[in-house]
């Protein structure tokens, strides 16, 4: 993937399936290239005019209301066919007077591009003013966001600036850009130091917005934020794959009369990740059985997420001394070299990812056709007092952890290691929950281990 002169992902990295930039090569062989970026293509196509696929729409981006420096933009990346949830916010975001919205869509089904427009489409490039606002959980997604504001935006006059750690130099003063996208707490900071002038915001975005609401993460920075905004003229714009039930009420009330876009329960997860199991003797066992699977982990690219940052340190250490390739990143690393961390697995440097939640969410990574959940994402219970309990499984994690494979129609893998009574049972509610089949497959037949996963990817 290559970046322009100021860091920016460049287009080419959000190319259509149909252009083959970033599909997995098989084995370097051109003409396997050509004929997997091809069916690729064609299935995409398939998916895109059935009315049950999430990538369906009757209409074409010229009827979504779109300025046509957007238009180039958008088929400079490669899109020929909005998805469904472009074709059914965009006309509601770009509506007059601005109305607020919560929409949901399955991951991987292109809601970026659906707020990414709709603040480009706000702008008014003659004010040097930030205009749009932008919040992501992580500087990894915040970055991600960035590059798509840069290319949807290229055939425009649009200034951008980052709200991430170390993204200003100290002493920075008066952000001229139009659209600012970031990480709460320093948004937060920017605009109490008034480096952010926020008078003329008008889009204030929440991408992941559930996890951005919730009061046990970031919702405190959040409505910090908001409340700095100045009070109606704000479109508030909430996006997510999920909307639990503890955090629906909070969303209701941050962005009112909403326009609203809701998935049923039985259609949070996209079919096109199959999803697996592998019973492991122990913890230890588990580690055996990851590498075990590094070959077929580095046949595309994939993420090992685990609950603690301390064992995703621990596990590509031991990788690593035993002379497979890994990278790790999670929280605890300082922000250049998680930019460098995340870079080079976007180039296809390194093939396995090693990490914890930080990147559970909205990451877009399309070669990534592999996800193991090394450890089960878990949560504390809380009680009617607000104390933590026992440990359960996070259903809302599981569904974007898996979701960073399969991406816009692609076939993925999910696995999870499952190694004692507790984590069984813990596999067996994200099955009940999920609606969507967990099937077993064994650990000490490497060959039909194989089999089986390279059938469901073709
Ligand atoms: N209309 C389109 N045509 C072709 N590709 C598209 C289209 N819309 C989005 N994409 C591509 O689909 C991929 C997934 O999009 P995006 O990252 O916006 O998903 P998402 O819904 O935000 O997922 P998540 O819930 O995981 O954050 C991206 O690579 C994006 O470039």
Request: glycine share 6%; with cysteine; aromatic share 6%.
């Amino acid at each position: 993937m290559q970046k322009d002169a100021d860091g920016f992902y460049t287009p080419a990295a959000y190319t259509a399936p149909a252009e083959g930039a970033s599909e997995p090569k098989n084995d370097g062989d051109v003409t396997d290239l050509i004929k997997s970026t091809f069916e690729v293509a064609v299935t995409l196509a398939d998916q895109q005019a059935d009315p049950n696929s999430p990538l369906f729409s009757a209409k074409t981006f010229e009827e979504l209301g779109l300025n046509p420096d957007l238009l180039k933009g958008i088929y400079d990346m490669g899109f020929s066919k909005p998805s469904k949830i472009q074709e059914r916010a965009l006309p509601l975001l770009l509506a007059n007077p601005p109305q607020n919205m919560i929409g949901q869509s399955q991951s991987g089904t292109g809601k970026t591009a659906a707020f990414v427009l709709t603040m480009l489409s706000r702008v008014d490039y003659s004010i040097n003013k930030p205009q749009a606002l932008c919040l992501a959980p992580s500087r990894e997604l915040a970055r991600q966001i960035m590059s798509v504001v840069v290319a949807m935006g290229k055939f425009t006059q649009v200034q951008t600036e980052y709200a991430i750690k170390e993204s200003l130099p100290k002493g920075a003063s008066n952000v001229t850009a139009h659209i600012v996208v970031g990480t709460p707490g320093t948004m937060t900071d920017l605009i109490r130091r008034k480096v952010i002038d926020v008078s003329a915001v008008k889009v204030f975005v929440l991408d992941e917005a559930d996890n951005m609401l919730d009061k046990d993460g970031l919702g405190e920075q959040t409505l910090r934020v908001k409340n700095m905004l100045p009070k109606n003229q704000v479109q508030i714009i909430l996006f997510s794959a999920t909307f639990p039930d503890h955090v629906r009420n909070f969303a209701n009330k941050f962005a009112p009369n909403a326009n609203k876009i809701e998935l049923q329960r039985n259609e949070l997860s996209v079919d096109n990740i199959r999803q697996f199991y592998m019973d492991c003797k122990n913890e230890d066992h588990k580690y055996e059985v990851l590498v075990s699977l590094y070959q077929l982990l580095t046949i595309g690219q994939s993420i090992i997420f685990c609950q603690h940052r301390h064992t995703a340190d621990r596990i590509s250490q031991r990788m690593t001394a035993e002379g497979h390739k890994v990278a790790s990143l999670h929280g605890a690393k300082d922000a250049q070299e998680r930019d460098a961390i995340i870079d080079g697995f976007r180039e296809g440097k390194d093939k396995v990812l090693i990490t914890t939640n930080v990147i559970a969410r909205g990451i877009d990574i399309l070669q990534v056709n592999m996800v193991v959940n090394y450890d089960l994402p878990l949560m504390a219970e809380r009680d009617n007092h607000g104390n933590k309990g026992d440990l359960r499984p996070d259903i809302e994690t599981y569904i974007h952890r898996i979701g960073r494979t399969g991406r816009f129609g692609r076939k993925g893998i999910s696995i999870n290691f499952v190694h004692d009574k507790a984590t069984w049972q813990q596999m067996e509610q994200i099955e009940r929950a999920t609606g969507k089949q967990i099937v077993r497959i064994e650990t000490n037949d490497l060959d039909a281990m194989e089999e089986q996963m390279k059938k469901a990817l073709k």
